[in-house]
C-alpha cells in the first residue's frame, strides 16, 4: 500500500511539473519580445553551412562535406550539395509554412558587384550596402523578414568525428544571425556516417525550432 502511494505521488508530481513547464513555455514566448516572431511576413534566408572547428584545419573537406569551389574568386569552401538539399527540404517541410520564400541569395552577388563599382573604397561602404540591400527587400516585399541559419562546426578526421551545430530563426530586417531562437547541439560520429548524423541533427533541430515557433504564435492577441 505504501508503495502504491509514494507511485502516486512522483507521478502526480511528474505530471505537475510537465504541465508548469508547458504553461511556463506558453507565457514566456507571449511576452512583447517575441512579437516579431508572430510578424514574419516571409522568409528571406534559409542557409546552412558546414565548417572546420579549427579554421583551416581541413576536416571538413577532407570528410567530403565541403568542396572547393571552381570560382576563383572564393577563397571558402563551400557546404556539400547533399548537406543543403537536406536543410532546404527540412526547412520547407518544417518551418517555411504557407509564408513565401524570397530567397535573398539570388543575384546577391551580382548585385554587389554592381553596388561596388558605384561605391566601393568608402569607409561606410558595408553600411550603404547593408541599407540598400534592406531597402531593395522592403520595396519587393514589405518588412519583417525572417531567416533560418543552421552552423556546423567539425572537428576530427578519425573516430569520434565531433560536431557543434546551431541551428535559429531570427526576425531582423537586416537578416543578421543574432539575437534569435536557437537550438544547439554537440555530437559525434564516425567517418562513414558523419553525413547521415548532421541530417539527422538537422532534422531534429529544425523540428525544435518549429514547436517553438507553434507556442508562440498560438499566443491570445491582446486587446487594444
Known sequence: MR??????VMLTTVLFLYISGSVFAQDFYCFDSFDKYRQI?????????VNDYNYGSGDAKYLELTYKSNDSQSIEESTAQPIITHFRKEFDRLIKG???FHDNDVGRDKRFF??????GGKE???EKWQAHEEARRRSLYGTNPGSVYCLIHISRREFPILYEMKCSIVANNDLSNRGGIEEKN??????????GELKRAITEQLERLKEKMEVIRKC?????
Do not use: M, N, Q, T
Not at 508503495?3 to 502516486?8: A, I, M, P, W
Open 124 to 126: 561606410d561602404f558595408i
Open 114 to 119: 554592381d553596388f561596388f563599382k558605384k561605391h
Open 220 to 224: 491570445p492577441k491582446k486587446s487594444k
Open 41 to 49: 511576413r516571409y522568409w528571406a534566408v534559409a542557409h546552412v553551412s
Open 3 to 8: 508503495k502504491r502511494v509514494v507511485l502516486c
Open 98 to 100: 504557407k509564408l513565401p
Open 186 to 195: 554537440l555530437g559525434y560520429s564516425s567517418p562513414e556516417h558523419i553525413e
